[in-house]
């Protein structure tokens, strides 16, 4: 499957009858809700995930799984101005890691800043028996922190903020967009995806014999395969080329996201029947292929999926679902460390004050942290 930037001539137009629409707007310059309706729907899952542990509740292995829909969410977002581009990179590569660099550090690095002031005010200062590996920082954790390496090493990867791990593993990705791209353009997407997938394996094979950080919580080869994936994606829901419109047209898109879902739940459970929980450089992939084909499924117009990612107030929680992934994790261990711990309430009614109390002012303060942090490093979009 070739991705060619050439048009598709009306004679090409596939002719099945009773299609499912597609999206008639051109992706470049333009704002989808229902990725943004994605993006809080992750980021919330997220934040829920974080909670149930800090209430002390057993067996939440879902969570980690979000980061691989984030992942998927980048690259199908950040070919979107590919395809419109005829398979080119506007700007160049240049252009594009000075874009992805004001995007993504300036945020990241002040959400770095408030996370030790955090820790050196009170997080640092950890109860007995409930001692967390992010907030006992020490030079090393400060100094790869800074160089997005931090993922590389066991001893550093979750520290400061345990989510920060997966912003080292997506800005390594980046550096090899362009190459994708070229790889996309003239090879095709199926042998892409399938060198991305050869790729990682063979790479998670090697790290696994080194001191590399391999854990849930490490370097994460595969998710070089879940971006790709996302770029796939794209493809298949807005370019014009004709092999693209009949996948997205004939394939039953929400079918597949029921049975890769039901596949996920399955091995997720595995520890419940006395097995050992399956690696995630394994489980990912499954998970971002549910993630790609759920990308496919919710750009349909017209259909409840659509309809309930579009959703506006899930879209504005979207537009800032960045912040809630960087500051929902100390801001979450404060309310539980000072507001609840000292009540000793049973860990069902802590998560319950949780999610009533501690979410909902994680994510009014994640927004002020947006206004300041990060709104003012965003790409403007060019007006319709």
């Known amino acids: 499957m070739r991705y060619s930037p050439e048009r598709q001539t009306e004679k090409e137009a596939p002719t099945t009858k009773k299609e499912p629409p597609r999206p008639q707007s051109s992706p470049a310059g333009q704002h989808f809700g229902y990725l943004d309706g994605l993006r809080a729907a992750a980021a919330l899952f997220v934040v829920l995930h974080h909670a149930w542990l800090w209430a002390g509740l057993p067996l939440y292995v879902f969570g980690h799984d979000a980061v691989g829909l984030f992942i998927v969410i980048s690259g199908f977002c950040l070919m979107l101005p590919v395809v419109k581009a005829g398979g080119t990179l506007p700007g160049g590569a240049l252009a594009f890691f000075k874009r992805r660099a004001r995007r993504i550090l ?78 996309f353009a003239r090879w095709g997407v199926l042998k892409t995806v399938m060198l991305t997938l050869v790729g990682s394996v063979l790479l998670t094979l090697i790290l696994l014999q080194t001191r590399v950080n391999m854990a849930s919580h490490g370097v994460s080869p595969q998710y070089l395969t879940l971006f790709t994936l996302g770029m796939g994606a794209a493809l298949i829901v807005y370019s014009s080329q004709g092999v693209f419109s009949k996948l997205y047209t004939q394939l039953p898109w929400v079918a597949l996201v029921v049975l890769l879902s039901l596949a996920i739940i399955v091995l997720g459970l ?57 500051i929902h994790f100390p801001l979450l261990r404060l309310f539980w460390q000072y507001l609840l711990l000292p009540f000793n309430l049973s860990a069902q009614v802590t998560f319950a004050w949780l999610v009533v109390l501690a979410v909902p002012l994680t994510i009014g303060l994640s927004y002020l942290f947006f206004l300041g942090a990060e709104r003012p490093f965003l790409t403007r979009r060019p007006k319709a």
């Open 106 to 183: 300036p945020p990241y690095y002040l959400a770095m800043l408030l996370s030790l002031v955090l820790i050196w005010l009170g997080l640092g200062q950890q109860p007995e028996g409930y001692y967390d590996e992010s907030f006992a920082v020490n030079l090393n954790g400060i100094i790869t922190h800074l160089l997005l390496i931090h993922d590389v090493f066991p001893s550093t990867a979750t520290q400061i903020n345990g989510p920060f791990w997966s912003i080292a593993v997506e800005w390594r990705i980046y550096f090899l967009f362009p190459l994708l791209v070229l790889l």
């Open 270 to 326: 595995v520890p419940l029947w006395g097995g050992e929980l399956v690696p995630p450089y394994v489980s990912d992939y499954g998970v971002g292929l549910w993630s790609a084909c759920l990308l496919i499924a919710t750009s349909r117009p017209r259909t409840w999926l659509n309809a309930g990612f579009s959703w506006k107030p899930i879209v504005f929680l979207g537009t800032f679902a960045y912040s809630i992934y960087l």
